[in-house]
């Protein structure tokens, strides 16, 4: 039997059709209204339709196809749009918003701030979210090789670089000597698993490894050569912070792939620069 969940997207068959909307069949758990202003055009008994359950104002479970900014189990940076008595509001992209609990706050959140939240279902049922990320974070153990690509989520930074949440389960890090730009908190980028810790963390990379992510770079570095008249003022002397400023990646891949276009014959490296041949 297919599994319902609060919080996340379940696929469910319209049953009825009514005047404000239809009612998808929620199994064990009952009619579903989908209201209205969400239903697809098209729409009729039997259509299969993505939808998101959770508690309306009321506490009714109620069903949307709109897609929120996060789901349960994933992080995400939201504003807070409300301070209340009961905690602060962050504005998810539905019409409820998400209420972070005063117990999950790391700090009092104040109006219009950003904040880097976990969300997930509370005893009561109401989906919620949390600002204090060890509660939820690294709970799982990590099942990657290195050279995995993964999706990350600026934590904090620390003395050794920044602390990351890898794929909204686990915890990683950024060494600050790759990083040639300050990240900042809530930050959302693509890395690539340098290798596992025997703490279950993760040491990351910002460039994908190996001689294919080279190769495409080389294309790259022609086109801007091509663009900039036939030479660009950088060499394999050029600082890391230089090389990150023209092209975004670390000074290891610019002289792995300036390497292989002058062994292919197509550029000369001098002192301070680098032509086309």
């Known amino acids: 039997m297919t599994q319902l969940a609060l919080g996340k997207l379940n696929k469910l068959a319209v049953k009825k059709q009514v005047e404000f909307g239809v009612y998808l069949d929620g199994l064990s758990w009952g009619d579903i209204l989908l209201p209205k202003r969400y239903v697809p055009v098209g729409t009729e008994i039997g259509t299969v339709l993505e939808v998101l359950l959770y508690l309306d104002s009321e506490d009714q479970l109620i069903a949307t196809t709109e897609k929120p900014y996060v789901m349960v189990g994933q992080v995400a940076q939201l504003k807070a749009v409300a301070i209340t008595k009961v905690g602060a509001f962050l504005n998810w992209g539905l019409k409820k918003d998400l209420l972070v609990p005063f117990s999950e706050q790391q700090i009092p959140m ?73 990240l900042r908190i809530g930050y959302k980028g693509t890395a690539y698993v340098q290798k596992m810790r025997d703490d279950f963390r993760i040491d990351l990379m910002l460039d994908k490894p190996g001689y294919e992510k080279a ?63």
Not at 174 to 182: A, I, R, T
């Open 110 to 182: 104040q109006l219009d701030k950003y904040y880097l939240v976990y969300c997930y279902v509370d005893k009561s049922n109401r989906i919620v979210a949390s600002a204090k990320l060890d509660r939820y974070i690294g709970k799982e153990t990590p099942d990657y090789q290195p050279g995995d690509e993964v999706q990350f989520y600026v934590a904090s930074q620390t003395d050794l670089g920044y602390k990351v949440v890898v794929d909204h389960q686990h915890w990683g890090l950024l060494y600050k000597n790759q990083v040639f730009k300050p």
């Open 215 to 277: 190769q495409a770079f080389t294309d790259v570095i022609l086109e801007r050569l091509k663009h900039k008249g036939g030479s660009l003022p950088l060499s394999d002397k050029s600082t890391p912070e230089q090389i990150y400023g023209e092209f975004g990646v670390s000074k290891k891949m610019f002289k792995q792939a300036i390497g292989a276009l002058y062994k292919a014959g197509k550029i000369v490296i001098e002192a301070e620069a680098i032509r086309l041949v």
